[in-house]
T-cell receptor
Framework: AQSVSQHNHHVILSEAASLELGCNYS??????LFWYVQYPGQHLQLLLK??????LVKGIKGFEAEFIKSKFSFNLRKPSVQWSDTAEYFC??????????FGQGTELSVKP | GAVVSQHPSWVICKSGTSVKIECRSL??????MFWYRQFPKQSLMLMAT?????????EQGVEKDKFLINHASLTLSTLTVTSAHPEDSSFYIC?????????????FGPGTRLTVL
């Protein structure tokens, strides 16, 4: 069965700290991977996506993610977080028929 | 960018009544829309895939007679929660996929908070 696992439920960081959120997936076919962000009271927005090519993907707002096929991972990183990055982050894989399968989500709290 | 709206943004209803939620793609045509349910502090669970002009495809465990989906046009899909009960209280989110490709990007609506008393 297809699944996505996010290791961290809640991460608390101070501003300027580096961020890495873990994401592992289980899917036997060709994968398309996504990171979405949900700011408080707002709708889901796409941060970045991987379809093919360079496994290091750069997204909006200084985020990047690395697809490591051998580890079935797609971790999200940011070198220096800001208070405005406080949000819920979801990793997702595009499964059969294009359905999105989401991880459990990671709540990021950045202290000013 | 592509915009998806939902109406209403929140609704409170009495147990036993039905509630309709609309999902519209405002500036693009969407042959496929998806309906998700999100519980507090949890992930989005896909409920069903809605295809314009055909019956929706429901995920395992989702009652099709309770959650009626209609995708009457390329810009509108509706979800009707019939005979709602308190356990149906949740955050319902739709997304719309631009174009016909199965792996085209999905754009999400802002969600509808349903509270059943």
């Amino acid at each position: 069965a297809q699944s996505v696992s996010q290791h961290n439920h809640h991460v608390i960081l101070s501003e300027a700290a580096s961020l890495e959120l873990g994401c592992n997936y289980s899917y036997g076919g060709t994968v398309n991977l996504f990171w979405y962000v949900q700011y408080p009271g707002q709708h889901l927005q796409l941060l970045l996506k991987y379809f093919s090519g360079d496994p290091l993907v750069k997204g909006i707002k200084g985020f990047e993610a690395e697809f490591i096929k051998s580890k079935f991972s797609f971790n999200l990183r940011k070198p220096s977080v800001q208070w405005s990055d406080t949000a819920e982050y979801f990793c997702a894989v595009n499964g059969q028929g294009g359905k999105l399968i989401f991880g459990q989500g990671t709540e990021l709290s950045v202290k000013p | 960018g592509a915009v998806v709206s939902q109406h209403p943004s929140w609704v409170i209803c009495k147990s036993g009544t039905s509630v309709k939620i609309e999902c519209r793609s405002l500036d693009f045509q969407a042959t496929t829309m998806f309906w998700y349910r999100q519980f507090p502090k949890q992930s989005l669970m896909l409920m069903a895939t809605s295809n314009e002009g055909s019956k929706a495809t429901y995920e395992q465990g989702v009652e099709k007679d309770k959650f009626l989906i209609n995708h009457a046009s390329l810009t509108l899909s509706t979800l009707t929660v019939t005979s709602a009960h308190p356990e149906d209280s949740s955050f319902y989110i739709c997304s719309a996929r631009a174009g016909g490709g199965a792996y085209n990007e999905q754009f999400f609506g802002p969600g509808t908070r349903l509270t059943v008393l």
